[in-house]
């Protein structure tokens, strides 16, 4: 049985609706900031010093809607937690914080599955923002069924999930990965310029990166990345089309070529004497 780790917790008004958020920040002081000035923000907080606590808190009755992470506490990183909640099943938003927020950071925290990464110097009331937005998009569609999925050739799509499957295998693409697959696959054919799709794997209007151009960078990884573990199932994947300018596409031409069925080869008709030949020359017939 867990033991039940007890943390800093801070609730304000009409506590029944509002955003949980769950802190692992190892300075005491700030976490204790952090947690006060969220709750005006209208988020309920509660921060735990280790890594290992945060464990054990989901390994119990614990729970929450975002999860917030410092980049380096005493005991784990930022990032290694990150992974250990996956594989323990957690599949909460992440948001990583740093007090060195450089681009290399970021691209690290985004490519390990962090729906987003915020330098402390940002402030309280930036980080409250992004909660509120992570936690309404990720809030179900009334429209998508329990059951509903979605095909596209060999890509089988589970949005109730957020999994994809490419020829019934899963892809085991993050949040933000499926984001953007099920963002091309509605679009087959068209282009969809890299600011839709950096604004589809996080909300419109994010800032990320280095300049006002710095959310290239990021949508060329991610797409890289999608690529590779589409062509680790299937090294002739070629369905994602880049344009310098215009964007990325997924290719409906490839998916048209790929669901015309090839007429049978018939094999040759061989006349008896033929086929006599043929049977001194090769005493074991291959199979067909």
């Known amino acids: 049985m867990t033991t039940p780790v007890t943390g800093t917790v801070c609730r304000g008004r009409n506590n029944a609706e509002r955003t949980r958020v769950v802190l692992v920040d190892d300075d005491d002081a700030y976490r204790d900031v952090i947690i006060s000035k969220l709750t005006h923000h209208g988020v309920e907080a509660i921060g735990f010093a280790k890594g290992h606590e945060l464990l054990n808190h989901f390994a119990g009755d614990g729970g929450g809607d975002v999860i917030v992470l410092d980049w380096s506490p005493s005991d784990v990183s930022g990032l290694d937690l990150l992974v250990r909640l996956r594989h323990r099943g957690v599949r909460l938003p992440v948001v990583l914080l740093a007090s060195n927020a ?61 999994r994809a499957y490419w020829k019934n295998v899963d892809i085991n693409l993050t949040l933000s990965e499926f984001k953007v697959i099920q963002l091309l696959t509605s679009k087959v054919d068209e282009y969809v310029s890299p600011r839709e799709i950096y604004d589809c794997m996080h909300y419109a209007g994010f800032i990320g990166g280095t300049g006002e151009e710095g959310y290239r960078t990021n949508v060329r990884s991610a797409v890289r990345r999608i690529r590779r573990k589409f062509q680790a199932l299937d090294t002739d994947f070629d369905m994602i089309s880049t344009m310098p300018i215009q964007g990325y596409q997924w290719n409906g031409s490839v998916l048209a070529g790929m669901s015309k069925e090839r007429p049978a080869r018939q094999p040759p008709r061989l006349s008896r004497p033929a086929i006599h030949q043929v049977n001194h020359a090769i005493p074991t017939a291959p199979a067909e």
């Not at 987003?116 to 009331?125: E, I, N």
């Open 102 to 162: 450089s681009v290399r950071r970021e691209r690290l925290a985004l490519d390990r599955g962090a729906i987003d990464f915020l330098s402390k110097s940002r402030g309280v009331a930036i980080l409250a923002q992004r909660i509120h937005r992570i936690v309404l998009l990720a809030r179900p569609v009334p429209a998508v069924q329990a059951d509903e999925t979605i095909r596209c050739g060999p890509l089988l799509l589970r949005p109730h999930i957020c």
